[in-house]
């Protein structure tokens, strides 16, 4: 769902010089996005029925100058993978509060839950991206530019 909303929400010129793609610290290859993250995707105009699933890599680490992981104990399994782009990987909520130091809760996998619990979760991704998207942006385009 994070990668359909990101892409959804970026801006056309920060769109067109990213690559946006979702990866699982446990996830195996191909999988497609579950009927329940579908259905409130497209709930909300955003079709990922194309999505399939792929295990995060410290080749896909490497080739990435940002990852936004959705808990901390995913990003920790991305920074233990290539520690030395361990400054490339945050957890969204935090990346989301600009890194201020405190405690932020990171975004559940509603995996096997209802309709509802991915609802809840969709909006909670939503709220965090929007916050990001300014950051996200500028990053995007200060690499273009550089």
Known sequence: ??????????PMRALA????????????????ASANA????AENGIDIGG???RPL???LIEECDLILTMEDHHR???ASL????????????????GDAPGTVDGVGDPIGGSLGEYRATYRQILGQIEAALPRIEREILAAVES
Request: hydrophobic letters at 45%; a positive charge.
């Open 1 to 10: 769902m994070a990668e359909g909303i990101l892409k959804d929400l970026l």
């Open 17 to 32: 010089a990213a690559r946006v793609a979702s990866a699982g610290t446990g996830a195996l290859a191909g999988y497609p």
């Open 38 to 41: 579908i259905s409130v995707c």
């Open 51 to 53: 999505h399939r699933s």
């Open 57 to 59: 890599s410290p080749r």
């Open 76 to 78: 920790a399994a991305s």
């Open 82 to 97: 290539a520690p030395e782009f361990e400054n490339r990987i945050h957890l969204l909520a935090r990346y989301a509060a």
